[in-house]
């Protein structure tokens, strides 16, 4: 009973969400797909976030690793393929031209540098690093993007 409840009170919350993130589009003139890189984004890394910090707070990085290996790939791989499956949509040029290959070179350069460099060890210099790449993958997005 509660698990339904909850079940609803998620569904009303993104309908709520997905209401303003129209308005702020439509007000703002930036890209839909800027905003969700940015809000929903953001707001949907957070469950992650929360079970990766939990994780190595008890002082078990493997489940903290799985998490997210596991939530960045089945997130982008569940939602693209269910929004292609229950209707048709086209994916904007960032996505395809800046996106996608920024995630792509950031993943496989961070991965390399994880592992041959650093022997597997992912310290706090990685994480900044990460952050880093995030504000420039936004800056870069909004430069060569500035209305997708």
């Known amino acids: 009973m509660v698990a339904t409840g909850l079940l609803v009170l998620v569904l009303l919350s993104a309908s709520l969400l997905l209401s303003v993130v129209e308005v702020v589009v439509d007000t703002l003139a930036i890209g839909g797909s800027m905003v969700g890189v940015v809000t929903i984004g953001?707001?949907?890394?957070?469950?992650?976030?929360?079970?990766?910090?939990?994780?190595?707070?008890?002082?078990?990085?493997?489940?903290?690793?799985?998490?997210?290996?596991?939530?960045?790939?089945?997130?982008?791989?569940?939602?693209?393929?269910?929004?292609?499956?229950?209707?048709?949509?086209?994916?904007?040029?960032?996505?395809?031209?800046?996106?996608?290959?920024?995630?792509?070179?950031?993943?496989?350069?961070l991965l390399g540098w994880a592992l041959y460099w650093r022997e597997g060890e992912f310290t706090r210099t990685e994480g900044g690093y990460m952050l880093g790449l995030y504000f420039a993958f936004l800056a870069g997005r909004l430069v060569l993007f500035p209305g997708q």
């Open 42 to 109: 953001v707001a949907a890394a957070l469950p992650e976030l929360t079970a990766v910090m939990d994780a190595i707070r008890r002082r078990s990085p493997h489940v903290a690793l799985g998490t997210l290996v596991g939530s960045n790939i089945v997130n982008p791989l569940v939602g693209i393929g269910l929004g292609g499956a229950l209707s048709t949509y086209s994916v904007p040029s960032s996505v395809v031209l800046w996106d996608l290959p920024f995630k792509l070179i950031a993943g496989v350069g």
